[in-house]
C-alpha cells in the first residue's frame, strides 16, 4: 500500500479552525498531498482554499491580513449576521471558481435546515457550498440555495469521512474542545469567576460539545484507517481569534508525527 495516496479531512469548529493550517504546513514540509479532500464548516473553507491551490504560507498571510471584524455584518431586524461581506471576501480569492477547477477534488458537507439531510457539495460554484457549510444556525442567515434553505454540515457530520469517494486512509484533523474541562470566558461584572458552566450558555456550550464529540467519533468508526490529529489545547476557545499563530504552530506541532508515517 502506497502511504502516500491519502484523503484529507477538515473539521468544523469556529476559531479553532486555523489549527488546520497547520496540518497542511507540515504535509507540505514532508511533500505529500491528499488524493482528495473533505471539510465541513470552517473546514470547509480552508479545505477549498488548499484545494484550489493556496499554500499554507499564503493561507496565513490572508489570516493575518483581514480583519476578521470587517467580515461582521448585523442584520439588526433579525439579529443574525447577513452575507455579503463574507461573499465580498471568498469572491476576492475564490472567484467564480467551480468544484470543476480546483487541483484537489473536495467534497464539502451543509445540513438543509427544513428536511434534516445532509447536502454534499462537489459541483457548482465552490463559494456557495462553503458559505452553506460555514452557517451556523442562530448567528447566520440560512442559505438559500435552489429550494433548500442550508446551514452549518457540522450538525450532520462535523468531521466529513462518511462523504469521501476514494478508499484510502484518512488523516482527519479534528478542531474540538475536550467537553470535560470547564468552560470559562475571562472575569467581568457578569463572569466574576470567570466561568459559564452555570450559565445557561455554558450548558450549551456543553450539550453542543457532546453532540460534535459523538459526531465525530461516529465518523472514525466508520472508516478502517483514520489518522487522527487532535492536540490537547483544549485552553484556546472557539472564538480566540487573538492565538491564531498559537493555533497553527500547535497543530503543525501535534502532526509532526506524520514525518514518520509517510517516510516509514
Do not use: C
Not at 237 to 243: A, L, N, P, R, V
Request: without cysteine; aromatic residues 10%.
Amino acid at each position: 500500500m502506497d502511504k502516500k495516496i491519502f484523503s484529507l479531512v477538515l473539521g468544523g469548529g469556529a476559531a479553532r479552525w486555523l489549527a488546520h493550517i497547520g496540518v497542511i504546513e507540515q504535509l507540505e514540509k514532508i511533500g505529500v498531498a491528499p488524493v482528495e479532500i473533505s471539510g465541513t464548516s470552517i473546514g470547509a473553507l480552508i479545505g477549498a482554499f488548499y484545494a484550489a491551490g493556496y499554500s499554507a504560507k499564503e493561507m496565513k498571510n490572508i489570516v493575518h491580513e483581514v480583519s476578521l471584524m470587517s467580515l461582521v455584518d448585523l442584520d439588526l431586524k433579525n439579529w443574525l449576521l447577513k452575507w455579503a461581506k463574507i461573499i465580498k471576501f471568498l469572491w476576492k480569492y475564490l472567484g467564480d471558481m467551480q468544484f470543476s477547477e480546483l487541483k484537489i477534488p473536495l467534497s464539502i458537507v451543509a445540513t438543509d435546515i427544513d428536511t434534516g439531510e445532509k447536502i454534499i457539495f462537489r459541483e457548482g460554484r465552490v463559494i456557495d457550498a462553503i458559505r452553506a457549510s460555514i452557517g451556523i444556525p442562530g448567528v447566520f442567515i440560512p442559505f438559500k440555495h435552489k429550494w433548500m434553505h442550508l446551514v452549518d454540515g457540522g450538525i450532520m457530520e462535523n468531521l466529513p469521512i462518511g462523504v469521501l469517494l476514494t478508499d484510502s486512509p484518512v488523516i482527519a484533523v479534528s478542531v474540538q474542545i475536550d467537553i470535560k474541562k470547564r468552560v470559562r470566558v475571562k472575569k467581568s461584572f457578569f463572569f466574576p469567576n470567570g466561568t459559564m458552566l452555570s450559565n445557561s450558555y455554558g450548558v450549551i456550550r456543553k450539550m453542543v460539545g457532546i453532540m460534535m464529540i459523538q459526531n465525530e467519533i461516529r465518523s472514525i468508526e466508520s472508516r478502517w484507517s483514520v489518522i487522527l490529529i487532535r492536540p490537547e489545547r483544549d485552553d484556546i476557545d472557539y472564538y480566540d481569534f487573538k492565538k491564531m499563530n498559537l493555533m497553527i504552530a500547535e497543530w503543525y506541532r501535534s502532526s509532526a508525527p506524520l514525518s514518520d508515517y509517510f517516510n516509514s
